[in-house]
């Protein structure tokens, strides 16, 4: 099974400033034949489901605000908020789809 | 839109089963992955297992093997998750989630599953 371990696991950042959370995954997801890393994104808040923010390591779900970006290949990869806003505070996770599926632990965010 | 509307919530003596459904509208139901996902309170995301309703055979995680059942109704575009040999530590909220091969874009409201004698 791959373990995903993100770090830290609880960030706080004032708002406007950048947040940066990390996953890093026991083996690679890279399918090298499409070139493409099996990684995903979530952002849950308290008493909802996950939503996915996104996938394929980088591309950005329709809606999701351009401050979200998700970069990294293989087996480390980073969740990147440029100018923190007060609805992003909420736990993040990361996912693997490359075998099965599983999580990372989750970083929780809060503002300092 | 695509909506997953789930069961509600279920009070279970240890021992028991539960089962939980998730009854999707909108969109294909048949050729995608319905996962379960489960979330202990104030812990994370764990998956459970998930089938594709047109294939009907289920895929589980090795945690759950013998103790997770997971099958699909393609008239009611329904999937249900039971969970037999209840312990407390099955307390938690259970999610349905709609997916491709990859991320899983939709999901269910969730139902609390709670373990109690």
């Known amino acids: 099974d791959i373990v995903m371990t993100q770090s830290p696991d609880s960030l706080a950042v004032s708002l406007g400033e950048r947040a940066t959370i990390n996953c890093k995954s026991s083996q690679s997801v890279l399918y090298s034949a499409k070139n493409t890393d099996y990684l995903a994104w979530y952002q849950q808040k308290p008493g909802q489901p996950p939503k996915l923010l996104i996938s394929w390591a980088s591309t950005r779900e329709s809606g999701v605000p351009d401050r979200f970006s998700g970069s990294g290949s293989g087996t480390d990869f980073t969740l990147t908020i440029s100018s923190l806003q007060a609805e992003d505070v909420a736990v993040y996770y990361c996912?693997?789809?490359?075998?099965?599926?599983?999580f990372g632990q989750g970083t929780r965010l809060e503002i300092k | 839109q695509v909506q997953l509307v789930q069961s509600g919530a279920e009070v279970k003596k240890p021992g028991s089963s539960v089962k939980v459904s998730c009854k999707a509208s909108g969109g294909t139901f048949s050729n995608f992955n319905v996962s379960w996902v489960r979330q202990a309170p104030g812990q994370g995301l764990e998956w459970m297992g998930r089938?594709?309703?047109?294939?009907?055979?289920?895929n589980y995680a090795q945690k759950f093997q013998g103790r997770v059942a997971i099958t699909a109704d393609r008239s009611t575009s329904t999937v249900y998750m039971e969970l037999s040999s209840l312990r407390s530590e099955d307390t938690a909220v259970y999610y349905c989630a709609r997916h491709p091969a990859g991320a899983f874009e939709y999901w269910g409201q969730g139902t609390l599953v709670t373990v109690s004698s």
């Open positions: 089938i594709i309703p047109i294939v009907g055979i289920p």
């Open positions: 996912q693997q789809y490359y075998s099965t599926y599983s």
